[in-house]
């Protein structure tokens, strides 16, 4: 089992930024691939990001890239999102999720673990 605690949401104007974590607990962090999803109200939870195990291959949605910034720190069992110029249309729940042995995938059903969600906020 791999517990995910995501930090960092809150309430932010736009254009504003705000830096995600995701601490892991309970096996090797280093054996997952770890991406952020998000999911607005009434909306499909969609693809925001992954990295692979290394952290040497990233991903974004087209509507992030740019202004997102994934990143880990395997020695600290963690993983961040940086977010900035942030939009109201970034409002949402977001979550992270790992994936045994993956590459850093954009599809939620190939996640093994989720974390519960922080909500992130940005006021036009």
């Known amino acids: 089992q791999v517990q995910l605690v995501e930090s960092g949401g809150g309430l932010v104007q736009a254009g504003g930024s705000l830096r995600l974590s995701c601490a892991a607990s309970g096996r090797t962090f280093s054996n997952y691939g770890m991406g952020w999803f998000r999911q607005a109200p009434g909306k499909e939870r969609e693809f925001v990001s992954a990295?692979?195990?290394?952290?040497?291959?990233?991903y974004y949605a087209d509507s992030v890239k740019g202004r997102f910034t994934i990143s880990r720190a395997n020695a600290k069992n963690t993983v961040y999102l940086q977010m900035n110029s942030l939009k109201p249309e970034d409002t949402a729940v977001y979550y992270c999720a790992a994936e045994f042995h993956g590459l850093g995938s954009k599809e939620n059903f190939k996640y093994d673990y989720w974390g519960q969600g922080t909500q992130v906020t940005v006021s036009s």
């Open positions: 990295i692979n195990w290394s952290g040497g291959s990233t």
